[in-house]
């Protein structure tokens, strides 16, 4: 059976989405006996069956370039370059593109999965900037360079197209993550959910919101927290939000649940293991998810399948997810 190799700065239990799938996809991997090696930033990954593991610290970064160029490094490591010869393919989830010369040089295949590529939705301009030039000219570099691609999301697949200006599309595979969760799974959790069965006429329990994620701009928590003030001050419903995620976007967040005088109406919790997590989901009402350039959007597939309510934004790839149903 093949042997994988994958580098990816971040590894699950940490990160989000992007994080989470990519794991789902090596555990099936490994049930399947395919060899499979991580090279990681996360200090503690999550275990795989049979894996091995490679942790660098130094992969991680606080923006793609630095990423970039951290990746670089990883590419003249010697150790690396003698574990890269052992492996049959390279496996791409997030940041590591400046490795793929190195690897076809080497003649090893190389798998690219488009996890995080949102063109547009970073709150600078300058950042919009970069990004949009990385999305022109390294993207396109690297389709022509790697063997396969896969994309999550039809958005996403559209997304690539546009800002490369690639003209063909053979190794391109659209691919949408799953989730494995039975709806029954909440029960564990959610024994005194009858006291809540008719919350929505009666509002004499909360009415319980959750937001599961990264906090920048473009993932719209903002618009969650305005909607929250107007559940209360306008409809006078008993509602709380639990917002689960870190990122640069906290403090602002913070401040406009201070002005808008709801900040004792929100509940702030870091990323936790997914066991927790799964629990957060159950006891929740509704999730809501209003990012504006979500290329995939797999916290809302997770509420569905765990059968919560969930509110997404008319926007990007959660159109697909939720739109309509």
């Known amino acids: 059976m093949a042997s994988i190799l ?109 996890h995080n590529y949102a063109p547009g939705g970073h709150s600078s301009s300058l950042t919009r900037k970069i990004f949009r030039l990385y999305s022109a000219i390294i993207g396109k570099l690297s389709y022509k360079l790697v063997d396969a691609m896969v994309c999550g999301s039809l958005f996403e697949l559209k997304s690539f197209i546009n800002f490369t200006g690639i003209n063909e599309t053979q190794k391109i595979n659209l691919i949408p993550h799953g989730v494995s969760y039975k709806q029954t799974l909440c029960n564990e959790y959610t024994k005194t959910a009858s006291r809540y069965d008719k919350i929505s006429e009666t509002f004499k329990k909360p009415l319980r919101l959750l937001y599961v994620g990264y906090l920048f701009e473009y993932k719209g928590v903002q618009d969650a927290i305005k909607a ?49 997590l799964i629990k957060e989901y159950c006891q929740a009402d509704v999730l809501v998810f209003p990012s504006r350039g979500e290329m995939f959007g797999l916290v809302a597939y997770e509420a569905l399948a765990l059968g919560k309510p969930t509110l997404v934004a008319k926007r990007a790839s959660l159109i697909e997810c939720c739109y309509n149903l």
């Open 6 to 114: 994958v580098v990816s700065e971040l590894f699950w239990p940490e990160g989000g989405g992007a994080e989470l799938a990519t794991y789902l996809i090596l555990d099936i991997l490994a049930k399947h006996n395919f060899g499979i090696t991580v090279v990681t930033g996360t200090k503690n990954p999550a275990k795989l069956r049979g894996a091995r593991y490679c942790v660098a610290p130094y992969l991680r970064g606080s923006n793609r370039i630095v990423k970039w160029v951290k990746m670089e490094m990883l590419g003249l490591d010697k150790s690396f370059k003698e574990m890269l010869n052992n492996h049959d393919i390279l496996y791409i989830p997030l940041a590591a593109y400046p490795l793929i010369p190195l690897v076809k040089r080497n003649g090893i295949k190389v798998v690219v999965h488009l």
């Open 228 to 276: 929250l003030s107007i559940l209360n001050r306008e409809h006078g419903i008993n509602a709380i939000l639990t917002i689960i995620g870190e990122g640069p976007y906290k403090q602002k967040l913070i401040n406009l649940a201070k002005q808008l005088g709801i900040e004792h109406r929100i509940i702030w919790k870091s990323f936790m293991k997914r066991e927790e």
